[in-house]
């Protein structure tokens, strides 16, 4: 007999998650997820040609595809810019069933960590209230998409009723 049987025997026993009103969610709820995918046609082909859905929602938690920001014209990063983005990503939160109020973690991708920070942290800081969320941001080499400089990926709680 495996050594680790009975330790997997109890984590089956544990499989179905307590929720928040007291019951117990059943293993084909907990294993239900439910996908977002743009409504436009271009984004759309895009996620479906490389196999991505735009946000999941599995049991109480969102979970948002990143989102890559480009400079501007002149080659810089823009608050303008960021703010629409944050507003693209508020707006996939709200159909998502979540809001800004309700991110728990936020990782960011900065190809140039130094000069992105100040206009993303004053955008980011006109939507994420305390209490934070957590987060973590990472200077790479380059993104996907040639022209980004930032991708923004959230993960977020379905809002309470």
């Known amino acids: 007999m495996n050594k680790f049987a009975p330790i997997a025997a109890a984590l089956m026993l544990c499989a179905a ?3 928040a009103d007291g019951h117990a969610e059943t293993q084909a709820e907990a294993a239900e997820k439910q996908t ?5 046609e271009g984004p759309r082909a895009f996620m ?3 196999g991505f859905s735009e ?12 989102v890559i920001v480009g400079a501007g014209q002149d080659g ?3 608050e303008e ?4 983005t944050f507003q693209y990503l508020g707006s996939v939160l709200e159909r998502a069933g979540s809001s800004w109020d309700d991110v728990i973690d936020l990782t ?10 100040p206009a993303f942290s004053a955008v980011k800081n006109r939507y994420i209230k305390a209490p934070f969320p957590a987060w973590t941001a ?8 040639p022209g980004g400089v930032i991708e923004i990926k959230i993960t977020a709680r379905v809002s309470p009723e």
């Open 17 to 19: 998650p307590a929720l």
């Open 76 to 78: 810089t990063l823009s």
């Open 81 to 84: 810019g960021l703010e629409s």
């Open 36 to 40: 977002l995918m743009p409504e436009a």
């Open 138 to 145: 990472i200077d790479v080499d380059r993104l996907y998409s």
């Open 55 to 66: 946000a999941v929602i599995h049991g109480d938690t969102v979970y948002l595809s990143g």
């Open 108 to 117: 960011t991708y900065h190809t140039d960590i130094e000069a992105s920070m």
């Open 48 to 50: 479906e040609q490389f």
